[in-house]
Every structure is written in structure tokens, then in C-alpha cells.
């Protein structure tokens, strides 16, 4: 399902109500969360930019190499001129008025391996930009499923702490009953009393908490979702055998896509090393030019009149001394691919952490899971027989309150613990890079 809403990210975006209509009786599905969080999402829009950004560098680097068609044209009125002779036969005479136009085709032959370097420099950097928006997609992606299973927890314990405001009103309700008619004394009915007020005050926690979570979606979102929306709870776990450290790590190297741009980067950094690196060989381009010039400066005696002239050759540069500047631009590219090794051990470090941070993670969810219903199962019960013996007289009064106190932790825990595992299996999808349906 989360491949289907990655596809529809294709299609053009319209508002998420028009998507995804919220009536008063609807459930939020996580991919509609998902699909919000990545409409809006600043992160991956100036991902998208950056990925427009390489492309025009991209694009310059390949005109580097590249014809250069130019065209001038200048114009001048001088005063004070005056006729020049040279002996008897030659005089230049003075022209107050001079205009003249020209085009020039340049065309680089060698450039010591500059445009060379440029463009493949720029070509992995574009490749490293995708790759990066991939990776913030999936970053976005986590982040959603974050706060909508977060939602769905504190949500669906606040239905846990209603029932047990319930249940402890109507045992406060019997305990009044039995005040009344002298069956129970003034210290049980305060304690049950202390008691209940206490449930509710973990419900308006809870209510709080679902106040937070819904400001983040909304966050996130951009938008505001109706109060009556409602989660999804969080799936039944699924007993399955959990991959070994060395399968996921495995899969994380594939599919991550950090990892392969920082990789791409490092290779732009050599690049832009060897393209500063070029500034110390020649440059060597072909040159072809017309113009026309009233006089043309290239006829003696020049006449007042428009003239034209064409020519073709080639133009050799070399540098031989710039006090430092290419061996400062050298070290400067040189240490920027130094920063970018740094960052690509940093990435594969970190890629490894999430993986054995996350996979704990999943592997204590799905325990303290299993643990918290058969706690809940005892709680309940536990519950039962305290209130048989207390009623017999066989247990005091403080050991009903105490299996209600239990009871209510108990249950919150073990709806708590479904979500965590929603939770900790999305943080495994993304740090394996998993392509698996974690939208469930």
C-alpha cells in the first residue's frame, strides 16, 4: 500500500479533502496521512529544487565545451582630430565618426580536462540530488507514520482510561451505597473516592496527549483535521521470524539511498578537484570572426566609409604564474572531497546504528507486547478475585483499589504496546530502506 501511495505521487496533487473526504463517522487511514504529509512537505520540496539545481549546473557544464557565438557593436564621435600625413604620399585623414559590428565563433579544442571534469562532476552531483530526494521521501514517509501511529496510541489510550474512569465510578458508586447503609467505612469511601479522581486525571493526560499528537499532524499536514477523525488502531502483530543483524544490514547497504548519494558526492568532489587542477595546463580554441567598421581599422589610410574583414585562427593561453590561485582552488576542492569521505562514513555509521538500534527496538515492542496481554488477562482477574474476597470479607479494601490501579495500567500498556510496534516496525522500514507495505 505504501507503493501505491508513493505512485500516486505522479499524479497531479489536489486539495487532501477532495482526495480523502472526512465525514463525521470516518476513519484516517495512515496512507491518507502519508499522502498529506508528502504533499505538504517543505523537506522534499527543496529537495525537489535541489534536484532542479544540479540539472542547470548540469546543463552549464555541458555548454562549457561548447561554440560561443557572440556579437558586438560599438560606436564613437571624437573632437579635435586632426589629419596626419606622412610625407607627401600618405596622409590619414582625421574621421570624427566611428562605427563598427562584428561576430565571433569560439570554440574550445582543449581545456586540460576542465570541461571534462565539470561534467562528470555535475552529472553525479544530479544523480546525488535524486538520490537525496529519494532519501527525503523516505525520511517524510517515516515521519507520517510516526505521528499517525502515535495519534492512534494516545488516542486509543484514552479509550482505555475512559473505561477505567468508568469502571471506577460505578465501584464508587457501590462503595457510596454501602457508606450509606454503614457497610463500609469513612477511610474506604475516601480512598475510592482519591482513587477515581486519580483515573481521571490519567484521562485528561491521555486527552492532552492527544491534543499534541494532532498538533503535529497538523504540523506536518499542513492542514487541520476534523475533531471527530478518528485513527485506525494499531494491527494485531504478526508472529514472524525476525532477520538476523547481518540480513538487514545487508539490505540497508542496497536500499538506502543516503548511502549511494553520499557516495555520488565524493565522487563529484574528485572531480572538482581534478577540473581546479586543469587551470595549471593550456587552453587552446579555435577563433572565427567577421566584421564591418566605418573606417575598419584595418585598412591604411583608413577611409570614411564601411568596410569589411574575416578572419580565422587559434588562441593559446596558458597561465604560467597566478600568485597561488589555482593551487588555493586545488586545496580548496581538496579538502571539500576530504568533508565528503567524512560524510560517506558518517552516513554508512550511522546506516548501521539504525539497524541495530531499530531492530532492538522492534524485538522489545513485540515482547513487551506479549507480556502486556497476559498482564491485562491477569489484571482482570486479579480484579475479579480481590472484589470476591473484599465482598467475603477475606481482604481488605486497599487490595480492591490496588487491582483497579493495576488493571488500568495494565490496560493502557497493552494498547500502548500494539502502537509501539506499528512504530518500531516503520522505524525498521526505514532504516533498512525496506520497500514493504509499512503503512499498515
Not at 558518517?346 to 502486556?372: F, S
Not at 481488605?396 to 504496546?417: G, K, Y
Request: aromatic letters at 6%; glycine letters at 4%; a neutral charge.
Amino acid at each position: 500500500m505504501l507503493g501505491k501511495i508513493l505512485c500516486a505521487l505522479s499524479l497531479p496533487l489536489c486539495p487532501l479533502w477532495l482526495i480523502f473526504p472526512v465525514s463525521a463517522q470516518d476513519v484516517i487511514k495512515p496512507e491518507q496521512v502519508v499522502q498529506a504529509v508528502l504533499a505538504h512537505s517543505p523537506q522534499l520540496q527543496s529537495a525537489a529544487r535541489e534536484v532542479d539545481a544540479t540539472a542547470a549546473r548540469q546543463t552549464q557544464a555541458r555548454a562549457g565545451g561548447q561554440a560561443v557565438l557572440s556579437a558586438d557593436a560599438r560606436a564613437a564621435r571624437y573632437t579635435g582630430l586632426v589629419d596626419s600625413a606622412f610625407g607627401q604620399q600618405l596622409i590619414i585623414p582625421a574621421i570624427e565618426s566611428r562605427y563598427g559590428a562584428g561576430l565571433q565563433l569560439t570554440q574550445p579544442l582543449y581545456t586540460g580536462g576542465r570541461v571534462s571534469s565539470q561534467r562528470e562532476g555535475t552529472d553525479l552531483q544530479r544523480g546525488a540530488a535524486e538520490l537525496t530526494q529519494r532519501s527525503t521521501q523516505a525520511d517524510v514517509v517515516y515521519l507520517a507514520l510516526t505521528a499517525y501511529w502515535n495519534w492512534s496510541k494516545t488516542h486509543y489510550a484514552v479509550e482505555s482510561f475512559q473505561s477505567a474512569v468508568a469502571r471506577m465510578a460505578e465501584h464508587h458508586r457501590d462503595m457510596q451505597n454501602q457508606h450509606q447503609a454503614g457497610l463500609a467505612t469513612d477511610n474506604d469511601a475516601l480512598a475510592t473516592e482519591v482513587q477515581l479522581e486519580q483515573t481521571r486525571l490519567k484521562l485528561e493526560a491521555a486527552l492532552r496527549a492527544v491534543e499534541y499528537a494532532r498538533a503535529r499532524l497538523a504540523f506536518l499536514t499542513g492542514r487541520d483535521w476534523p475533531a471527530t477523525a478518528a485513527p485506525q488502531p494499531a494491527p494485531t502483530p504478526v508472529a514472524a521470524a525476525m532477520p538476523d543483524e547481518a540480513t538487514l544490514l545487508a539490505a540497508a547497504r542496497t536500499n538506502r539511498a543516503e548511502r549511494a548519494a553520499r557516495r555520488m558526492e565524493t565522487q563529484a568532489a574528485a572531480a572538482q578537484v581534478r577540473a581546479s587542477g586543469a587551470d595549471r595546463r593550456p587552453q587552446l580554441a579555435l577563433i572565427a570572426r567577421y566584421e564591418q567598421g566605418r573606417p575598419n581599422q584595418l585598412n591604411i589610410p583608413p577611409r570614411d566609409e564601411w568596410a569589411d574583414d574575416a578572419y580565422a585562427g587559434v588562441a593559446l593561453s596558458w597561465n604560467f604564474w597566478d600568485s597561488g590561485l589555482t593551487r588555493a582552488k586545488v586545496a580548496e576542492a581538496a579538502a571539500r572531497l576530504a568533508q565528503s569521505k567524512l560524510r560517506q562514513t558518517q552516513t554508512e555509521d550511522q546506516i548501521a546504528l539504525d539497524v541495530r538500534e531499530t531492530r532492538l527496538a522492534l524485538t522489545d515492542a513485540g515482547e513487551r507486547h506479549t507480556v502486556t496481554q497476559r498482564l491485562a488477562q491477569s489484571a482482570r482477574r486479579n480484579l475479579q478475585a480481590a472484589t470476591d474476597l473484599w465482598k467475603n470479607g477475606l481482604a481488605r479494601h486497599a487490595d480492591v483499589l490496588d487491582a483497579h490501579s493495576q488493571l488500568t495500567d495494565a490496560e493502557f500498556q497493552a494498547s500502548a504496546a500494539r502502537a509501539d510496534i506499528a512504530l518500531a516496525r516503520a522505524a525498521l522500514d526505514r532504516a533498512t530502506g525496506s520497500k514493504t507495505d509499512n503503512a499498515e
